[in-house]
């Protein structure tokens, strides 16, 4: 028998149900794992709304992180690895192309394991590649206390930047500064704030998961040939707009971070960004943040959390231990 957690009907979190799916078989180049976690995204929960750029048919399984041991396939068994699927990772037993498995270093558990593909890959391929981020710039992220959030802060530090977390509560301001953020601020005012941490300057570069209202005034905080980040708008306030003509004023960027569109068509790309991470890893400057874990049965209230912006960091669904 193996479990997965699927969407039946594209109705949100009380669409996802566990139930039986065949058991996986590796084609040629992929690899047999027994997952021990998964990782829960947002992307996820756009998928059980049908409102994310893939739209499978129902049933499919969710799931976009897991970690786990390598059973078969085309790697050897016992491995203890990390992989990416754009759907289809939460189930107890999974085939995945080899080129979207990752080594994970002894330190790392499979709890945490599960929060780095989706996050950390992305972070990565924001600051690193989009955002050119160099050793000594400032990097301002909203949602500094999500799992994106916090996955860029880590990323930043690791790549010499200094970074300043925007967030909507104490508490995630506490979430922020645990996991590495050298300032964290409230995002009322935070326009205001940057300025005070900055002496005036402004950021060289802000990465916005959050969209809606901030925008206006992150494209104020940066300072000349700064970069907007373009990486999500969870924020539910809708796509902003941007005026021209500030970009041309103050000599400012808006780019746009489609990481998937990117790596998935390029086989070996993922490989090459985790190589470039597993040395932030050994040193600890990334660890993710996981702020809740839960059993497979309760995927569809990791959702509803989620939804309702209860969740700080990466929630995690415990498969096995």
């Known amino acids: 028998m193996n479990r997965a957690v699927q969407v039946v009907a594209t109705t949100g979190p009380d669409g996802v149900r566990v139930q039986e799916v065949p058991e996986p078989q590796a084609a040629s180049g992929e690899v047999l794992l027994d997952v021990h976690a998964i990782g829960v995204s947002f992307p996820d929960l756009l998928l059980s709304r049908g409102q994310y750029q893939l739209r499978p048919e129902v049933p499919f399984t969710l799931g976009a992180d897991c970690a786990g041991t390598v059973t078969g396939g085309a790697l050897g068994p016992g491995l203890r690895v990390a992989a990416f699927l754009p759907h289809g990772a939460a189930a107890e037993r999974v085939a995945v192309p080899a080129s979207s498995v990752f080594p994970l270093p002894d330190a790392i558990t499979f709890v945490q394991g599960a929060a780095l593909p989706l996050n950390y890959l992305t972070a990565h391929f924001a600051l690193a590649v989009r955002g050119q981020v160099r050793r000594g710039e400032t990097v301002l992220v909203h949602g500094g206390a999500g799992?994106?959030?916090?996955?860029?802060?880590?990323?930043?530090?690791?790549?010499?930047?200094?970074?300043?977390?925007?967030?909507?509560?104490?508490?995630?301001?506490?979430?922020?500064?645990?996991?590495?953020?050298?300032?964290?601020?409230?995002?009322?005012?935070?326009?205001?704030?940057?300025?005070?941490?900055?002496?005036?300057?402004?950021?060289?570069?802000?990465?916005?998961?959050?969209?809606?209202?901030?925008?206006?005034?992150?494209?104020?905080?940066?300072?000349?040939?700064?970069?907007?980040?373009?990486?999500?708008?969870?924020?539910?306030?809708?796509?902003?707009?941007?005026?021209?003509?500030?970009?041309?004023?103050?000599?400012?960027?808006?780019?746009?971070?489609?990481?998937?569109?990117?790596?998935?068509?390029?086989?070996?790309?993922?490989?090459?960004?985790?190589a470039e991470l597993l040395p932030m890893m050994d040193s600890g400057v990334v660890a993710p943040v996981i702020g809740a874990t839960y059993p497979m049965e309760d995927y569809a209230q990791a959702l509803v959390d989620m939804d309702e912006r209860r969740t700080v960091g990466k929630s995690v669904i415990v498969v096995r231990d």
Not at 173 to 197: M, N, P
Not at 237 to 253: M, S, Y
Not at 259 to 271: E, I
Request: proline share 3%.
């Open 147 to 274: 799992g994106v959030g916090t996955a860029c802060l880590q990323v930043a530090r690791g790549l010499g930047a200094r970074t300043v977390a925007v967030v909507s509560s104490e508490a995630k301001r506490q979430v922020a500064l645990t996991a590495g953020a050298d300032h964290a601020v409230l995002v009322d005012g935070f326009r205001d704030e940057v300025a005070a941490i900055t002496g005036g300057s402004g950021v060289d570069v802000v990465v916005d998961v959050v969209g809606g209202d901030v925008v206006t005034d992150s494209l104020r905080s940066l300072a000349p040939f700064g970069r907007l980040l373009v990486v999500g708008f969870a924020s539910g306030q809708g796509i902003p707009e941007v005026k021209v003509n500030r970009l041309l004023l103050n000599n400012i960027d808006v780019r746009g971070v489609g990481w998937g569109a990117y790596a998935m068509p390029r086989p070996g790309y993922m490989a090459e960004q985790w």
